[in-house]
Nanobody
Framework: QVQLVESGGGLVQPGGSLRLSCAAS????????MRWYRQAPGKQRELVAA???????NYADSVKGRFTISRDNAPNTVLLQMNSLKPEDTAVYYC???????????????WGLGTQVTVSS
């Protein structure tokens, strides 16, 4: 069984920073990519940032230059550093990963339960 657990959300003032963490655990053979999505109330879930197994990254236009996705030193852990936060960044942030487990040669998408980020004065 594979699990993704997010942490690091909270309340921050506009212009502030937060760092989110996503740790994948369980019977993992390999990870294709790790991604951060977000969903604001009344809106569709959108891709925020992604990092491949090779280290390539991409970002939504709305967060370019403000957010940075990177791999942590801890195994199977990805970080999302969010700077210059705006009220419109308020959302539940979800970690997503495509993982090949040790019990099957097939890759599956896994999701975390999400962490709330609120940007407000």
């Amino acid at each position: 069984q594979v699990q993704l657990v997010e942490s690091g959300g909270g309340l921050v003032q506009p212009g502030g920073s937060l760092r989110l963490s996503c740790a994948a655990s369980g019977s993992i053979f390999s990870i294709y990519h790790m991604r951060w999505y977000r969903q604001a109330p009344g809106k569709q879930r959108e891709l925020v940032a992604a990092i491949t197994s090779g280290g390539s990254t991409n970002y939504a236009d709305s967060v370019k230059g403000r957010f940075t996705i990177s791999r942590d030193n801890a195994p199977n852990t990805v970080l999302l550093q969010m700077n210059s936060l705006k009220p419109e960044d308020t959302a539940v942030y979800y970690c997503n990963s495509r993982i090949v487990g040790t019990m099957s040669p097939s890759a599956f998408d896994y999701w975390g339960l999400g962490t709330q980020v609120t940007v407000s004065s």
